[in-house]
């Protein structure tokens, strides 16, 4: 599990971050992605964009994906060598892992959140 955590840290220093969820119930993950918004440089979006083209990446901005919808497929087409997708409860074809429900991805949610809380409050 240490090329997860790598993952992990990579994405905690990255200059941005974007977390995309698309899994139910999105309830159970909702103060952690509420604490994620209120990091710097941190991009939280719930669902899936429509239109996909409409979903336009930063520069330097490495995303983590997690989906458990039909539309998965869709979301890890567009993953990067420095992206982590997380395929829920089902396998995906394009996803870097697979969780087997929405509270195994909410500890790796806290997991990533906390390491990137740390990230920051350190003094350059």
């Given at each position: ?7 992990l ?27 994620a918004e209120?990091?710097?440089?941190t ?9 996909l ?28 060598e ?13 996803a ?29």
């Amino acid at each position: 599990m240490s090329w997860l955590f790598d993952r992990l840290t990579d994405l905690a220093v990255a200059d941005r971050l974007e977390i995309v969820v698309d899994a139910e119930p999105i309830d159970l993950l909702a103060p952690m992605l509420q604490r994620a918004e209120r990091l710097r440089s941190t991009a939280v979006r719930r669902g899936c964009p429509t239109p996909l083209d409409a979903w336009i990446r930063e520069p330097k901005q490495v995303r983590f994906i997690a989906s458990g919808s039909a539309r998965a497929g869709v979301l890890f087409a567009d993953l990067g060598e420095h992206d982590l997708g997380v395929a829920v409860a089902a396998h995906s074809p394009g996803a870097t892992m697979q969780v087997d429900n929405v509270t195994d991805l909410n500890s790796l949610l806290d997991t990533l959140i906390t390491m990137r809380s740390y990230v920051q409050r350190i003094p350059n």
